[in-house]
């Protein structure tokens, strides 16, 4: 049977990363040593604090953009997240999701039966809702803030919701964090604390919208998943409140990394890509080899792990992730470089 569109990145990253050599399909920063960081992680302290950890956690997302607790809702990673917003929000059963694209941008509500476009209409249908990455995943460039203020003003006259997924917003480390969230009553964002932060493994992520979506949402999560967990949201609170220190450790690896991926693209033949503010870029390959048979062969023969192109919606192209440390990003993008200058000199 064959598996479905919706999995294979998931599948991919998750099933070969272990037996990587060089895993370069990573998107997130990797786990920080929590204790080094000044976060307490003892269940004593946890469980001596009688306090509502959701509510805490809602007022330390709000410190941080600036709006109220009341229009933040946290969720088990920024899976559930996407769920709830296409699932809870998406009433006119349309989405519209221009590629390329993050697999579960387009994946879910296809899941969930909606009619699913890739094209930005010039007049929407009501109730249709936009789904959109930024900085876009998987090229890692900033979409246009022109762009997102005409599409909300013309989907909010027509009762459109545009939902953004911010998740690699903070790597463009402006100051604090912004967000779209601003712009328009009918803009909804998520994001998450797994990749700029590396706490994959507490599955903590949050949705932001006005009040009544919010609640939408709320009743949605009771019948999906409840509650998140009090200990993860806990650390995350932690997190938040002593962010700088979580930002001087990203900027201090992305900066490093991102000058070893501009040398890699020097030194490599019949390749092209653009680097935008998120720590991976869409790698563009000349010839006709689909995406995924590279990156098969790709590993294979070198151990190196990327992603294939194909899962985002884009051929001949695959997205290289620069998280890892300095050894491994060295080693897998010098045997990346190899591997593709042998196929181009073959021809």
Request: glycine share 10%; hydrophobic share 40%; aromatic share 10%.
């Amino acid at each position: 049977m064959m598996r479905p569109a919706e999995d294979r990145l998931f599948s991919w990253v998750l099933g070969l990363g272990p037996k990587s050599k060089y895993n370069l399909s990573s998107s997130g920063l990797s786990e920080p040593d929590l204790s080094s960081m000044g976060i307490d992680t003892s269940f004593e302290s946890f469980a001596a604090e009688k306090v509502d950890h959701e509510r805490k956690f809602a007022e330390a997302v709000a410190d941080l953009y600036k709006v109220e607790p009341e229009n933040i809702l946290a969720t088990n990673g920024g899976s559930e997240a996407i769920y709830l917003v296409y699932s809870a929000l998406g009433n006119g059963r349309k989405a519209v999701v221009p590629l390329p694209n993050y697999g579960p941008m387009f994946a879910v509500p296809r899941a969930l039966g909606m009619e699913v476009g890739n094209t930005i209409p010039t007049i929407s249908d009501h109730g249709t809702i936009f789904g959109l990455t930024d900085p876009n995943n998987p090229t890692g460039r900033s979409l246009d803030t022109k762009t997102i203020e005409t599409l909300t003003t013309s989907s909010r006259k027509k009762g459109a919701t545009v939902f953004i997924n911010e998740t690699y917003r903070e790597f463009t480390f402006s100051g604090f964090p912004g967000t779209h969230f601003a712009r328009s009553p009918n803009l909804v964002v998520c994001s998450t604390m797994t990749k700029f932060y590396g706490l994959g493994r507490l599955r903590v992520g949050w949705v932001m919208a006005d009040r009544n979506s919010i609640r939408r949402l709320l009743f949605a999560k009771w019948a999906v998943s409840g509650h998140d967990s009090e200990y993860s949201l806990w650390i995350a609170t932690q997190v938040l409140r002593k962010r700088q220190r979580f930002v001087n450790r990203a900027r201090r690896i992305t900066s490093r990394n991102s000058r070893l991926v501009r040398m890699f693209l020097a030194e490599t033949d019949g390749v092209s890509a653009e680097l935008g503010p998120a720590p991976f870029c869409l790698v563009h390959y000349k010839g006709f080899q689909g995406s995924l048979a590279l990156a098969k062969a790709l590993f294979e023969k070198t151990g190196v792990l990327v992603a294939p192109g194909d899962f985002f919606g884009a051929p001949r192209a695959f997205r290289l992730c620069f998280t890892a440390d300095e050894r491994t990003l060295r080693g897998g993008l010098g045997a990346l470089s190899d591997f593709l200058n042998e196929k181009s000199q073959r021809g």
